[in-house]
């Protein structure tokens, strides 16, 4: 459940936010979800990383959509890749490579100033 609600932060945040903000502010939002939602490391990585790489994958393909592929084909030339698919999901895995260790950051930020419980003997 808290993996979805991150998730979701993280989405909607990164969403909404990017149109005004820097590209890297992306992973501050993450870390800020990683922060508030406690969870394992991998769970918010993986929250992260789905969140903000299904909303760049997503805009980058609106943007390609309503451009007619203009950006994307002299995108092409300039790097050894033949189909724009392909550098839509590169967009896509880099975005969500950012906020996946954003999240990552984030949590371990917050598990620093948690005490660690005491294990007894018999647990």
């Given at each position: 459940m808290k993996l979805l609600l991150r998730l979701l932060l993280i989405a909607l945040m990164t969403y909404f936010l990017l149109?005004?903000?820097p590209w890297w502010t992306m992973a501050l939002l993450?870390?800020?979800a990683g922060f508030l939602i406690p969870g394992s490391g991998l769970n918010s990585f993986i929250s992260g990383f789905l969140g903000?790489?299904?909303v760049w994958l997503y805009m980058?393909?609106?943007i390609d959509n309503e451009?007619?592929?203009i950006l994307t084909d002299k995108m092409v030339q300039l790097f050894p890749i033949d189909d724009t698919n392909l550098l839509i999901l590169g967009t896509g895995l880099l975005g969500g490579l950012v906020a996946?260790?954003?999240a990552l950051t984030g949590t371990s930020f917050r598990q620093i100033?948690?005490?660690k419980k005491k294990r007894?003997?018999?647990n």
């Open positions: 149109g005004f903000l993450a870390g800020f903000g790489g299904l980058s393909w609106m451009t007619q592929s996946g260790f954003g100033f948690m005490k007894s003997l018999y």
